[in-house]
């Protein structure tokens, strides 16, 4: 039940959001787009911050391989070897 009133509170505030920038909700394709993009960068957001409070470091290889892959869905080279590695592993 949380996640439906997650959802709804959600779903509000971006309703809000669009009354105060005057776009008609659905949103035309563009602007759309440009939200979603936006979720998927705050989503990183958590990750980034969780590192930093601990203390570690913020490198640009951890942002690609951690970050970038989650925001356009595509693997990053490390994930794609060990895929790779798990399916030889598996078939032998």
Do not use: F, H
């Amino acid at each position: 039940m949380k996640i439906y009133i997650v959802s709804l509170a959600a779903g509000v505030l971006v309703g809000l959001i669009y009354a105060l920038l005057q776009v008609r909700s659905p949103a035309p394709p563009a602007i759309a787009l440009v939200g979603l993009l936006g979720i998927l960068i705050g989503e990183q957001a958590v990750p980034i911050a969780k590192k930093m409070l601990s203390k570690e470091p913020v490198t640009a290889a951890w942002l690609r391989s951690e970050c970038v892959a989650q925001i356009t869905g595509v693997p990053s080279n490390a994930a794609q070897k060990d895929a790779g590695a798990d399916d030889r592993q598996s078939t032998s």
